[in-house]
Nanobody, 129 residues
Framework: QVQLVESGGGSVQAGGSLTLSCTVS????????MAWFRQAPGKEREGVAS???????KYADSVKGRFTIRKDNVVNTLYLEMNSLEPEDTATYYC???????????????????????WGQGTQVTVSS
């Protein structure tokens, strides 16, 4: 059974930084694409960044230049490094995974998040002005 466990959320002032982590177990990590999504109260879930089974990445326009997605295949962990945080970044952040055949479900601009197979439980990020 695939399991995704996020950590690293918290509260920070605007302009600050946070790094989220997602530890993965239960599947052959190298054969999967992964991503970060977020959902603010009253809003639809949206893609933030995705990475394929290699190193190809995609970002939502709203986070380009501020956020970096990366993974460490040795420890089966996905990261989201967030810099220059803004109050608009406040949301619950979710780690997601898909078999490499369905990577498109994870693309930030794809709008196919409802098709995603695996989700973490979410971690809260709050940015104050």
């Amino acid at each position: 059974q695939v399991q995704l466990v996020e950590s690293g959320g918290g509260s920070v002032q605007a302009g600050g930084s946070l790094t989220l982590s997602c530890t993965v177990s239960g599947y052959r990590y190298r054969l999967y694409c992964m991503a970060w999504f977020r959902q603010a109260p009253g809003k639809e879930r949206e893609g933030v960044a995705s990475i394929d089974s290699g190193t190809f990445t995609k970002y939502a326009d709203s986070v380009k230049g501020r956020f970096t997605i990366r993974k460490d295949n040795v420890v089966n962990t996905l990261y989201l490094e967030m810099n220059s945080l803004e109050p608009e970044d406040t949301a619950t952040y979710y780690c997601a995974a898909e078999n490499y055949l369905n990577c498109g479900n994870l693309f930030p601009s794809g709008g196919r998040w409802r098709l995603v197979s695996y989700w973490g439980q979410g971690t809260q990020v709050t940015v104050s002005s």
